[in-house]
Structures are given as C-alpha cells and as structure tokens.
C-alpha cells in the first residue's frame, strides 16, 4: 500500500471523525465533536504539508483504514543523544474490517517506508481506557518507555 496522496485525503475525514468520536465517547471532559469536515480536512493537510505519512488500505474502492505517522528529528541536546522516529499518531480500522489484519498490514507498512528512511524506532501514546490499542501494540512488538499519569481536580 502507497502512501495516500494528498488529494485522498477527504476519504480519510469519516474515518478520523469515527476514531475521534471514540475518544468523545471515554473523555468527553477532554474531546468535543463539533469540529465540521472541513476542519479536520485542514487538519489532516496541515500534519501531511509539515511531513506526516498516511497509509491507507481500501476495501471494495472505499478507503476503510488509515494511518498517520508523523516523523521526528530530535536534535542531540543537553541530555539525549539526536535521533529519528515516528509517532504513530492515528490508527483507525472500519468496525466492519476489525481482525482481519489490516492494522498489522498498515503498520508493517508504515515499518516498511521506516526502513527505507533509516528510522529505527516509533512510539505511540494512547489514553488508558483504550486497553485494546495496548493489546494491539504490544503484539507489534512496542513495549512500555514511559508512564505519564494525570489527576483532575475535583472543583
């Protein structure tokens, strides 16, 4: 699977609109969903204009999962010696598709394209009510780096 090009990109919105509402649904103190089409067209175009990767997979000539991976250079600093790697910042499957595979294939895809561009690493985060995102990258091999804990204010 090539990369999705710029002009798919609004087959992309319904599907990032899906994964968000997920989000809305567990953190609604968190996520809204009043963000119309176009501006999570402008979004998706705003993170592939500044380097992001999508990958896509279709199904029956509908896009049905995607991908986006933001690449990142970090400079050597102070503290951290300098180094590339991706963020695997969405993941989204068409409930319809789910355990077929097409995430493992989407992200291989993703390590494929890595590979070519010398980067040997990426991450991801994900919000802690998501243990099916846990179980899932766990089986594509990423492993716990760093635990970030959060506590609201009772008002």
Not at 17 to 22: C, T
Not at 31 to 40: K, Q, R, V
Not at 69 to 85: G, I, M, Q, T, W
Request: net charge negative.
């Amino acid at each position: 699977m090539p990369r999705l090009s710029p002009h798919e990109l609004p087959e992309v919105v319904p599907l990032l609109r899906a994964l968000h509402a997920h989000h809305v649904n567990h953190l609604p103190n968190v996520f809204h969903d009043e963000a119309s089409s176009g501006a999570l067209l402008a979004h998706l175009e705003t993170q592939v204009k500044a380097g992001a990767w999508v990958f896509g997979h279709r199904e029956d000539g509908i896009l049905s999962a995607y991908l986006m991976a933001v690449p990142e250079y970090l400079p050597r600093d102070s503290f951290r010696n300098a180094r590339k790697c991706i963020l695997l910042d969405h993941l989204y499957v068409a409930p319809a598709l789910r355990g077929a595979g097409l995430a493992q294939v989407l992200v291989a895809e993703m390590e494929a394209e890595m590979r070519q561009e010398d980067i040997g690493e990426w991450r991801v985060t994900h919000h802690a009510f998501n243990d099916q995102a846990q179980r899932f990258f766990s089986l594509q091999g990423a492993r716990p780096a760093v635990h970030v804990l959060g506590k609201t204010l009772g008002g």
